[in-house]
T-cell receptor, first 115, second 116 residues
Framework: EDKVVQSPLSLVVHEGDTVTLNCSYE??????LLWYKQEKKAPTFLFML????IEKKSGRLSSILDNKELFSILNITATQTGDSAVYLC???????????????FGTGTLLAVQP | EAQVTQNPRYLITVTGKKLTVTCSQN?????MSWYRQDPGLGLRQIYY???????DKGDVPEGYKVSRKEKRNFPLILESPSPNQTSLYFC???????????????FGEGSRLTVL
């Protein structure tokens, strides 16, 4: 069965700390992995990763994919209170027999950054 | 401004009373999808649409209907809502359909539905 597992489920840190969020997956035919940030509303896109070993970076956030070991990490350095959110990982799986690929979401990691 | 708009944002209804949640996008996206989000279960796909008049079931389609008569609109219909459909619903769209990557999904603000 296809699955995406995120860890930890929740995390509390202080401003300035560095955090690493994990996403492991088992899918039939991997196509891409996406990270989203969800505050109290719609998820917003962070990164899409398709190639193993290539880091994607945006400000204090970075992410890398290992498609041999089937996981990705999302790093946030120098955390701020505005980083508090649920971080969602989704894996796109090639969907044979269906009209399009399938996105499978993990349950998310709740990050709380304290002042 | 590029956006996905859902209405209503909040709704409390009673079992069996038909309701429709509208979704509209102004980005000319071909791919649209509905998800429900429940604690501990993450986002689960209800239905998706590749283009006008092309819709297909996701993982949890029971109790829902959709239609795609125009490219910009993708309403979600609950013909006879039940309490187990109490959830937070998201509509999303993407430019790239088919066997190309779905890619970045643009989400609406969410519709919180309570069925009593």
């Amino acid at each position: 069965e296809d699955k995406v597992v995120q860890s930890p489920l929740s995390l509390v840190v202080h401003e300035g700390d560095t955090v690493t969020l994990n996403c492991s997956y088992e899918v039939t035919n991997f196509r891409s992995l996406l990270w989203y940030k969800q505050e109290k509303k719609a998820p917003t896109f962070l990164f899409m990763l398709t190639s193993s070993g290539i880091e994607k970076k945006s400000g204090r956030l970075s992410s890398i994919l290992d498609n041999k070991e089937l996981f990705s990490i999302l790093n946030i350095t120098a955390t701020q209170t505005g980083d508090s959110a649920v971080y969602l990982c989704a894996v796109e799986d090639r969907h044979y027999g269906g009209a399009t690929n399938k996105l499978i979401f993990g349950t998310g990691t709740l990050l709380a950054v304290q002042p | 401004e590029a956006q996905v708009t859902q209405n209503p944002r909040y709704l409390i209804t009673v079992t069996g009373k038909k309701l429709t949640v509208t979704c509209s996008q102004n980005m000319n996206h071909e791919y649209m999808s509905w998800y429900r989000q429940d604690p501990g279960l993450g986002l689960r796909q209800i239905y998706y649409s590749m283009n006008v008049e092309v819709t297909d079931k996701g993982d949890v389609p029971e109790g829902y209907k959709v239609s795609r008569k125009e490219k910009r609109n993708f309403p979600l219909i609950l013909e006879s809502p039940s309490p187990n459909q109490t959830s937070l619903y998201f509509c999303a769209s993407s430019l790239e359909p088919g066997l190309a990557l779905i890619g970045e999904l643009f989400f609406g603000e969410g519709s919180r539905l309570t069925v009593l």
